[in-house]
DNA sequence: TGATCCCGCCAACGT
DNA sequence: ACGTTGGCGGGATCA
């Protein structure tokens, strides 16, 4: 299979779409970096020219950058003369390269125009790595500036060694609520305001240093490091791909883009924003150096969000000059319109046709990933069997065929256009939202209610609430041309639907050291964050003081460029339809295999409370593990993944997580457990959770150590905001099942249904402990 | 000069 | 052992 692997240019012409551009001449090899390439090389100016023309939308791009452009052109014209004619001596040298045609901005260009923005389905938009930095002329490692970028937004996604897809912005929109959304869990926010104030009072006696540590004490709660979002339709292989280590670029766009999103001006300062990312990953040291270093890759990403058009350079002029910022110039997010959308999607989740495997994958994906709800972090080793069996997966996947963009087609339907989409569901929208308002109400006052709700729900439960009620309504339809769903989002949806606010689901993935930090926080951290969980309410308002201040602080200037955009009521993803815990209901009875179960249980979690604060690493769209599937699938594979899948979501494990959290030092869990917690997020489903996390916990042997005690997790999650706070959930299995469980059956089956997933787990898990973490 | 940020060393990983 | 990824920061360019 993985006939892929190394995909050499001559496949490469082939695919792209572009494919004209030059002629190979040179040697390929592959990784033989050609490097100083002189001008007379392949790509011709030409092309490229026509490649910037194209791409340089017509507005959009400033003065400058067209300016840029021009200049551009007329150099690689130059240069291009120059290469044909002969080279002379220096004067070509001069002619080539001026600093401002190799920047990342301007090679982003190239590489976006090679693509459209919206890729129909399936077609094969695949990049090989190689064969465009050949094309472009350019390093490899240029190349992964850029498509690190890319992925942060799930514009590709990975799909083996050298080998991505594109998916175009089909998937902006949700992702862009994601991260909205995770950004307003992290009260990403109240960092900027108090980043600002710092600023503010520093003027006023230097002694930065004192400050810097105040903030540290203040942003070492909220700095909570989420390392990476992930959409429901591209999860997994994200999460393989990115193994622990990345936290860098592609997280550190997740974050700079979120701080955009949730800010009121939308600009947010390079600065700003590199204390704010520095904070997260160490609050420790704010050495200058690593501050350079940090504004040093805020640039590469910013030139290439830049090229996407989502942002675009300002100055904001403060007191003590001006300095450089960036406004945010991409869409709005609405939160909402997912869940509509989702709901939409889900609705016409009927499977979908394409052939038994797409059907079969979104099948598998509603039972299990369904609702992409579920969040869950991940610890390191967690990472690693996902990896493992991501790689497999994608090995089977690697099929020149595979679906796997899947998603992107759906999604883009939907989501492209999200204000044109939200206008038309509106209506339903509201609706929706009352709804959910209600619930959300509902449960942040009345835990208990809620609780009750969830359990239920997850299960069998047949909530009272109608199940996808705003989803009938509509849109789906339009935004979706192909009447079956796109694969990912089809199944997507109905995942989705079940979230809360933004209705995105993500999972978070704790790095290991964020667990540590976390741990080190605990105590301190946990309780802040608590409040905000359920803290819609008062994010709103703190925003709403952020802006003052950011205005006054003189982003205003800027600000004034577009005041306009007021997000503000958005903000709060409130949102949510319960329609998920209904759809969990009827996929479950259609799949009705345990699997299943599970899911839907993590997907009624999914309420978008979540907890923002955990430092979680990546976030996972759930919804697709399934995805990965196909006939290529092996059962064990399968197998293997809805264990993953389980553990994530199923609460055992998450349940058990948060005590781990807090208490990780004492009982020596690594973040692993923590990791569920993250997939708690929704409090809802948390109920759901604990009688999953039973079986996971028994069948890890971890479990003496997980047990803390119920009462820790009650604590835990509490605080954390997974659970309503009357809520609770008891660490042991047993214990937890009666509380919550309105259906002891339900959960029995589930149980059931697990235990074959449950060894797999479990080896997993042995795995890890194995591997050493839990040496204590 | 400060703002940008290219370049490519070299380590972490994967195979 | 070798190739792929990509963190990182020196130092060149630009404004």
Redesign the pocket.
């Known amino acids: 299979r993985s006939v892929l692997k190394?995909p050499l240019k001559q496949a490469a012409t082939s695919h792209l779409v572009l494919t004209e551009i030059q002629p190979a001449c040179q040697p390929l090899t592959?990784?033989p970096k050609p490097?100083?390439v002189l001008p007379a090389d392949p790509w011709t100016p030409t092309s490229n020219l026509k490649m910037l023309i194209s791409a340089a939308s017509p507005e959009i791009r400033s003065r400058e950058q067209r300016r840029e452009l021009s200049n551009t052109t007329s150099e690689v014209l130059q240069a291009k003369h120059c290469l044909q004619e002969h080279l002379s001596g220096d004067e070509y040298e001069k002619s080539q390269?001026?600093?401002?045609e190799?920047?990342?901005?301007l090679l982003c260009h190239k590489f976006l125009a090679r693509y459209p923005d919206y890729p129909s389905t399936a077609e094969n938009n695949y990049i090989c790595?190689?064969e465009v930095a050949e094309e472009l002329n350019v390093?490899?490692?240029r190349i992964?500036d850029i498509?690190?970028v890319l992925e942060s937004l799930h514009m590709v996604s990975r799909l083996a060694?050298?080998r991505y897809a594109w998916h175009g912005r089909h998937n902006l929109s949700k992702t862009l609520q994601a991260l909205k959304k995770v950004g307003e869990e992290n009260k990403y926010t109240q960092q900027i305001q108090m980043i600002k104030k710092r600023e503010y009072e520093h003027e006023f006696d230097f002694d930065g240093e004192r400050q810097e540590e105040m903030a540290r004490s203040f942003g070492s709660n909220e700095h909570s490091e989420m390392s990476f979002v992930e959409l429901p339709g591209m999860e997994f292989r994200a999460a393989s791909?990115?193994?622990?280590?990345?936290k860098?670029?592609r997280v550190m766009s997740q974050k700079f883009v979120m701080l955009f999103l949730v800010s009121t001006p939308q600009i947010v300062s390079?600065e700003v924003a590199a204390k704010i990312l520095i904070g997260e990953d160490q609050l420790e040291d704010l050495d200058k150096?690593?501050f350079k270093?940090k504004i040093?890759r805020l640039?590469?990403i910013?030139?290439v969000l830049s090229s996407l058009e989502l942002i675009k350079?300002v100055h904001v002029t403060e007191e003590r000059g001006r300095k450089?910022a960036f406004k945010w110039t991409g869409p709005e997010v609405l939160p909402d319109i997912q869940d509509t959308k989702l709901a939409t999607t889900s609705t016409t989740c009927p499977p979908p046709i394409s052939e038994s495997i797409t059907s079969k994958e979104q099948c598998s994906k509603n039972l299990f990933p369904s609702r992409g709800r579920q969040n869950f972090t991940r610890h390191p080793s967690l990472i690693k069997l996902v990896?493992s069996i991501e790689?497999d997966r994608r090995k089977i996947q690697s099929a020149p065929t595979s679906p796997v963009k899947i998603s992107a087609g759906t999604d883009q339907n939907l989501s492209a256009f999200p204000g044109k989409m939200a206008q038309v569901p509106a209506i339903a929208k509201h609706q929706l939202e009352g709804q959910s308002m209600k619930a959300k109400e509902m449960k942040m006052k009345l835990p208990r209610s809620a609780l009750e709700c969830n359990l239920p729900s997850p299960e069998v439960v047949p909530k009272p609430e109608p199940p996808c009620t705003a989803a009938p309504s509509q849109p789906s339809a339009l935004t979706q041309p192909l009447g079956v769903c796109s694969p990912s989002q089809g199944s997507a949806p109905p995942v989705m639907l079940p979230h809360t606010h933004s209705g995105v689901s993500y999972a978070i993935y704790l790095h290991p050291s964020q667990a540590h930090t976390v741990t080190t926080y605990s105590p301190s951290f946990m309780l802040q964050p608590l409040p905000c969980a359920n803290v819609t309410g008062i994010k709103n308002i703190n925003s709403k003081v952020l802006n003052k201040i950011t205005t006054e602080e003189g982003d205003n200037q800027i600000a004034a460029d577009d005041p306009t955009k007021s997000l503000t009521a958005k903000e709060r993803p409130t949102i949510k339809s319960e329609t998920s815990s209904q759809r969990c209901l009827k996929r479950s009875q259609a799949l009705q295999e345990n699997h299943l179960i599970k899911r839907c249980r993590s997907d009624e979690e999914g309420l978008d409370t979540s907890l923002t604060f955990f430092p979680s690493g990546y976030l996972i769209p759930l919804t697709q593990c399934t995805h990965g599937n196909k006939a290529g699938f092996s059962d064990k594979e399968k197998a293997g993944i809805c264990s993953l899948q389980h553990t994530t979501y199923s609460s055992p494990i998450a349940g058990v997580i948060p005590v781990t959290a807090s208490e990780l030092k004492a009982v020596n869990i690594p973040a692993f457990h923590i990791t569920p917690l993250n997939i708690m997020l929704s409090p809802t489903s948390i109920a759901a959770g604990p009688v999953l996390s039973n079986s996971c916990l028994n069948s890890s042997n971890t479990s003496s150590a997980q047990n803390p005690s119920s009462s820790v997790l009650n604590f835990t999650l509490q605080h954390v905001g997974l659970i309503p706070a009357g809520v609770q959930v008891s660490a042991n299995p047993v214990l937890q099942q009666v509380p919550l469980s309105s259906q002891p059956e339900n959960v029995s089956q589930s149980s059931e249904n697990m235990n074959l997933q449950e060894e797999k787990v479990s080896q997993n898990i042995s795995q890890l402990l194995d591997s050493g973490w839990l040496s204590g």
């Open positions: 190394t592959t990784p490097k100083e390269p001026s600093r401002k190799k920047s990342l901005g790595l190689d390093e490899r490692r992964y498509v690190n060694k050298n791909v990115n193994s622990r280590k990345d860098s670029l390079l150096s690593k270093t040093r640039y590469d910013a030139n350079k450089p990896k790689n």
